[in-house]
């Protein structure tokens, strides 16, 4: 089989969805506003993604979530609600604009490189196709057509859309780009990870 083919992505149709609205029970602070280098942990994420041409960007968001510039935020309601919420309102965003597919992005990610993500878009295949890491593990970023979203909308608790991608076809993850802030001490390893880049 020839080799996916990722010079030129086609990003026509599909919405960005950004959740960002996480509680950080774990972190003993907001997660999403704390210095990463120079900036919150949220605008990393969200910098990235402002660089690639998603049609439309919406981020799901907390009134402690910083600024995110470029996206439309909508917010979490009820603010306490579980991750399930938050994507169900993003991928409701996007079905309102016509949206043919919703990439999902977490805020809390901020090593995710943009190749990772126009990878993704390449080998996308209008179905769905998700992240993995090395050990395997199907994750976000994933991109989901419009036949999954009615199931993206109906969702329950804090799992995400986890069991929808468990066959679903992947991109494997650079190296060390995978891990999310749930800690003080992801933080710090995130930011050595940022700091060695430079």
Do not use: N, Y
């Amino acid at each position: 089989m020839p080799s996916p083919d990722f010079s030129a992505p086609d990003f026509s149709g599909i919405a960005l969805v950004l959740l960002a609205a996480g509680k950080a029970s774990r972190f003993g602070a907001d997660k999403l506003a704390a210095q990463l280098i120079d900036r919150p942990v949220a605008r990393h994420a969200a910098d990235m993604l402002a660089a690639l041409p998603f049609v439309h960007r919406f981020a799901i968001v907390r009134e402690q979530t910083p600024p995110l510039p470029g996206c439309t935020c909508l917010p979490l309601d009820p603010p306490d609600a579980p991750q399930s919420r938050s994507l169900a309102t993003g991928v409701a965003a996007a079905r309102r604009v016509g949206a043919q597919a919703v990439l999902v992005a977490l805020a809390d990610m901020p090593l995710i490189p943009a190749s990772h993500i126009a990878a993704l878009v390449s080998a996308f295949d209008g179905d769905r196709i998700a992240s993995r890491d090395a050990a395997g593990t199907p994750m976000p970023p994933a991109l989901f057509g419009a036949r999954h979203f009615a199931a993206l909308e109906v969702l329950l608790g804090d799992r995400g859309a986890g069991a929808l991608l468990r066959d679903a076809p992947f991109v494997t993850l650079p190296p060390g780009t995978g891990h999310d802030i749930d800690t003080p001490d992801d933080l710090s390893r995130a930011a050595r990870q940022l700091g060695q880049g430079d």
